[in-house]
């Protein structure tokens, strides 16, 4: 067909058009297909069809001037996923499979958060919760755009990265996540960041029950909660929600790309 169509959409889910017709095909994209093991199945799985979703790898859960530190609370754990991760997402990238920054960011006027979500960060209403600054260094808690909302320093955020704000522990809820993902064509989902047993574990259910292919990244994933709840995070993901592995594994399937 000799015709000067223009490109319109983001592929794969792309038409072509000019002023009289519209090609609706979306020519397949070619497979990427590789090999991984995981605690209960070898996957084959198609690199084209697979996005990275990093979840709060942020100052305020991560850093040790950040809220969670502020608040009594070890963050050592949480900064445990930075150093996999490093070596992971340049690996990912080079094979043009998206990174997802699945950020908490709340607007700075907390109008679509509700008292029972204000209640968690702050229980008593006398401490410092959502939107109010920390004491070192001013930044409102968890606000887009602040200090503590942005992700850990030693986690660079490339252009080709995609940025979500999220305003619950699913990341699916109330944000264009899923939209940006299906019109992406993703189907596959690996999954990293913090925490695991309560933001991870929320944003991957929603993921399962939505329909995608959920693969948890052991070693990229961490929790701040006692050791029990990563096992019952890793126990549930692998006996109901979909397969657990880790980044070594992942990186040598792609470079033994089939």
Same mark, same amino acid.
């Given at each position: 067909?000799?015709?000067?169509?223009?490109?319109?959409?983001?592929?794969?889910?792309? @038409?072509?058009?000019?002023?009289?017709?519209? &090609? +609706?095909?979306?020519?397949?994209?070619?497979? %990427?297909?590789?090999?991984? $093991? /995981?605690?209960?199945?070898?996957?084959?799985?198609?690199?084209?069809?697979?996005?990275?979703?990093?979840?709060?790898?942020?100052?305020?859960?991560?850093?040790?001037?950040?809220?969670?530190?502020?608040?009594?609370?070890?963050?050592?754990?949480?900064?445990?996923?930075?150093?996999?991760?490093?070596?992971?997402?340049?690996?990912?990238?080079?094979?043009?499979?998206?990174?997802? @920054?699945?950020?908490?960011?709340?607007?700075? &006027? +907390?109008?679509?958060?509700?008292?029972?979500? %204000?209640?968690?960060?702050? $229980? /008593?209403?006398?401490?410092?919760?959502?939107?109010?600054?920390?004491?070192?260094?001013?930044?409102?808690?968890?606000?887009?755009?602040?200090?503590?909302?942005?992700?850990?320093?030693?986690?660079?955020?490339?252009?080709?990265?995609?940025?979500?704000?999220?305003?619950?522990?699913?990341?699916?809820?109330?944000?264009?996540?899923?939209?940006?993902?299906?019109?992406?064509?993703?189907?596959?989902?690996?999954?990293?960041?913090?925490?695991?047993?309560?933001?991870?574990?929320?944003?991957?259910?929603?993921?399962?029950?939505?329909?995608?292919?959920?693969?948890?990244?052991?070693?990229?994933?961490?929790?701040?909660?006692?050791?029990?709840?990563?096992?019952?995070?890793?126990?549930?993901?692998?006996?109901?929600?979909?397969?657990?592995?880790?980044?070594?594994?992942?990186?040598?399937?792609?470079?033994?790309?089939?």
């Amino acid at each position: 067909m000799n015709r000067s169509l223009r490109s319109l959409g983001v592929s794969p889910n792309a @038409w072509w058009v000019d002023a009289e017709m519209a &090609d +609706l095909t979306r020519p397949a994209v070619p497979p %990427r297909p590789i090999m991984l $093991p /995981t605690d209960t199945k070898t996957l084959r799985l198609d690199l084209t069809k697979a996005a990275m979703v990093v979840v709060d790898m942020q100052n305020d859960f991560c850093h040790p001037d950040g809220w969670l530190a502020h608040i009594g609370v070890d963050v050592t754990p949480a900064r445990e996923p930075i150093l996999p991760l490093k070596h992971l997402l340049p690996e990912l990238r080079q094979v043009n499979v998206p990174i997802v @920054w699945l950020n908490w960011g709340n607007r700075p &006027d +907390l109008l679509n958060i509700s008292p029972a979500l %204000r209640h968690v960060y702050n $229980p /008593t209403g006398e401490g410092i919760g959502l939107g109010d600054p920390l004491p070192k260094n001013k930044a409102p808690v968890l606000i887009k755009d602040s200090w503590a909302a942005a992700v850990v320093d030693e986690l660079a955020i490339e252009p080709t990265d995609i940025q979500v704000d999220k305003y619950r522990m699913s990341g699916f809820w109330d944000t264009p996540l899923d939209s940006i993902l299906r019109n992406l064509g993703k189907t596959t989902l690996f999954f990293a960041g913090v925490n695991a047993d309560q933001c991870v574990m929320a944003t991957l259910q929603d993921a399962n029950f939505l329909g995608y292919d959920c693969i948890l990244l052991r070693d990229c994933t961490a929790t701040t909660s006692p050791d029990y709840c990563f096992q019952s995070t890793i126990y549930n993901v692998n006996q109901c929600f979909g397969f657990v592995t880790d980044s070594l594994a992942i990186v040598k399937g792609v470079r033994s790309e089939e």
